[in-house]
């Protein structure tokens, strides 16, 4: 029997993953001062000895202004760059690769929690303020508690351009493996892509070429920061809403980052109003799936498919049928932070528990064997 293409390596420029199932970013809100903390490498390295093939952190801003929330991590300055080290170190050892993902909020920042009860910013005791957000225009994100942001002007823009290069290089410094730019769910660089929140009429507004001007200025400062030989990551939105970005608007746009040198495009969908990922399309299981087999075949691009993939024989039969390169799980991680070796397990290429880090592996062998008796 062959082995299932979930569990075939997969080579990035000079990087290989062992596996093909990626844990994805997923916010946690437990950061001071943008720094990983012990939360951070217990709740990241669980996956790793779950065997994930790829790790990524949460979102980590560019700049305390392009946090979502105040307890965010970032990768706005030096000083955090070893908090980062703690947890690369670990997710390698492990074997899995350690990724990153870097992002501005925009106007989505400055907002509270997804579970904070209303009218909240944050847990009490923390003393979380506002700050000014920015984005293309002075239009909201929409939401009752989603402040008014800051119209860029064009010097701006240019030097949160560089601010991604920059924090690209800390990253790299930090020991991670890949980088991905986070342009989708409405935040900044989303923001500027989209018609129904970017109506400037400069050089960053207008047409589709003039949306994209900034998110691919901001991919190629990342791109030009980081080296050569690690791949590196976008993920978009395929979608946002009627009369805004839509599909073949993402193929265009995955185009022109393929020739920027992205190497994977992580698709996903909406987020552009609200705090939530609020979607234009029904949630179902792996409704996000077509956008990533879209891109892959319209861009000829590799992509990551996520969206309610819940088990190993789902996640193959997306593989077997070409439409994604890379799985990526989040809150079925969550409940499962073995997912990878459960469907290992589901797809009959780990039976005996090789896979396992042999502290774990052993003794659940032992025990397999000890049931039969």
Known sequence: MSKPLLFTPFRMRGVVASNRAVVSPMVQYRATDGMVNDFHLVHLGKFALGKFGIVFTENCAIEPRGRVTEGDLGLWDDSQIDSHKRLTRFLKQEGSLAATQI??????????????????????????QRWQVVGPTELSAGEPYSPAPKQLAAAEIEEIVKKFGVAARRADAAGYDVIEIHGAHGYLLAQFLSPISN??????????AGRMRFPLAAAKAVRTNWPEHKPMFIRVSAVDGAGG???????????????????????????????????PVKRSLGF???????????????????GLILDGPQAEAILQAGDADLIAIGRQAL?????ALHAAQELGCDSDF????????????????????
Not at 246 to 274: F, H, N, P, Q, R
């Open 103 to 128: 992002t501005h909020s925009g106007r989505k920042g400055s907002t509270p929690r997804s579970f904070d009860k209303p009218g909240e910013l944050g847990p009490k005791e923390a003393g979380w």
């Open 199 to 208: 109506t400037r009429n400069d050089q960053y507004g207008g047409d589709r």
């Open 245 to 279: 970005w839509d599909v073949e608007d993402t193929i265009a746009y995955a185009k022109e980052l393929k020739a920027i040198g992205i190497d994977v495009v992580d698709t996903s969908s909406g987020g552009l109003t609200g705090l939530s990922t609020a979607l």
């Open 288 to 306: 996000q799936v077509p956008f990533a087999a879209a891109v892959k075949r319209g861009a000829e691009i590799p992509t990551m498919a996520v």
């Open 335 to 339: 409940y499962d932070p073995f997912w």
């Open 354 to 373: 090789e896979m396992w880090t042999p502290e774990y592996g052993w003794w659940l062998e032992k025990r397999k064997n000890n049931l039969r008796k």
